[in-house]
């Protein structure tokens, strides 16, 4: 087997391995590594092999996730349309990172490692409410701090409702969009 067979397939093995702590571990911050292993198709000695320590395979969790939310800003466009629309796209793009952010809900050491302040993301979002406010399309009386809870607190809701309810994934998407629409919206008239 050449080098860049094995590397690739180590990459692979990491990847799979850090996909698996992120499912497993948003749904049950403590679960032991050996249920990681078994979800990530990989013995546990294979797993000791990438992240000899827990710690190891949070330090890389948080990595991973660290990416994962700059790829969905990216792809929610956050410089596009109204702040409005904007704000939905980033909303539809988080939501599909449930299992990641609920993770991220649960386990303060993730929020409290420096490399979890992504001030880009932030400036993106800044400036999208203040497009939003300026166009009309987002309420001027929300601070875009608040604005910013709103969305978590909302995303938290919709992923336990998908976990406590007989609903698809799509349902609750709409019901999350439509309760968005309306909470950012400025008051008619």
């Given amino acids: ?29 403590a679960a032991p590594l050996g249920e990681i292993a078994t979800a990530a198709q990989v013995g546990r000695t294979t797993l000791h092999r990438y992240f ?11 990595t991973e996730g660290l990416a994962r939310l700059s ?17 939905l796209r980033l909303c539809t793009e988080y939501f599909e990172l449930g299992d990641l952010l609920s993770l991220i809900f649960t386990e303060a050491e993730f929020t409290e490692d420096p490399a979890w ?6 400036r993106e979002f800044f400036a999208m409410v203040a497009r939003g406010h300026a166009d009309g399309t987002l309420d001027p009386a929300l601070p875009v701090e608040w604005l910013q809870s709103l969305l978590w607190s909302q995303l938290y809701a919709a992923w336990s409702y998908l976990n406590e309810h007989d609903a698809t994934r799509h349902e609750v998407l709409v019901l999350l969009t439509n309760t968005l629409t309306k909470a950012v919206a400025p008051p008619p008239g």
């Fill in 1 to 29: 087997m050449d080098d860049s067979s094995e590397s690739g397939s180590r990459t692979r093995t990491r990847r799979a391995i850090v996909a698996a702590a992120i499912e497993v571990l948003g749904r049950n911050s």
């Fill in 52 to 62: 000899p320590e827990r710690s190891d395979l949070l330090a890389a969790v948080v």
């Fill in 71 to 87: 790829r969905a800003g990216e792809r929610a466009r956050l410089d596009r349309g109204t702040g409005a629309e904007a704000f």
């Fill in 117 to 122: 302040s992504d001030d880009e993301l932030d």
